[in-house]
Nanobody, 122 residues
Framework: QVQLAESGGGLVQAGGSLRLSCAAS????????MGWYRQAPGKQRVLVAT????????NYADSVKGRFTISRDNAKNTVYLQMNSLKPEDTAVYYC???????????????WGQGTQVTVSS
């Protein structure tokens, strides 16, 4: 089995910063793309940022470009999201996603973390 454990959420004032972490554990052969998504109350889950396996390519939602930075540490099977200049509209539950191959000849499946709440007060 595979588990994704997120941490780092919390309450912060507008203009502040938070750093989210997501560590993958369990039966893992390789991890391909990793990413962060968020879901605000009453809204659909949307992409925030993604990063390729080598970390060479990143992709961001327009709403967070220039404020958020995604990175990963493959030795720790961990992806990070550094969030700066936070705004009230960034308030949401943030979910980690990873494309993981459990076995050398196995298929790649997407796994989700349980989510971590980020609340930005005005």
């Amino acid at each position: 089995q595979v588990q994704l454990a997120e941490s780092g959420g919390g309450l912060v004032q507008a203009g502040g910063s938070l750093r989210l972490s997501c560590a993958a554990s369990g039966s893992i052969f390789s991890i391909n793309d990793m990413g962060w998504y968020r879901q605000a109350p009453g809204k659909q889950r949307v992409l925030v940022a993604t990063i390729t396996s080598g970390g060479g390519t990143t992709n961001y939602a327009d709403s967070v470009k220039g404020r958020f930075t995604i990175s990963r540490d493959n030795a720790k099977n961990t992806v990070y999201l550094q969030m700066n200049s936070l705004k009230p509209e960034d308030t949401a539950v943030y979910y980690c996603n990873a494309a993981i191959q459990m076995y050398m000849l196995g298929s790649t499946n997407h796994y989700w973390g349980q989510g971590t709440q980020v609340t930005v007060s005005s």
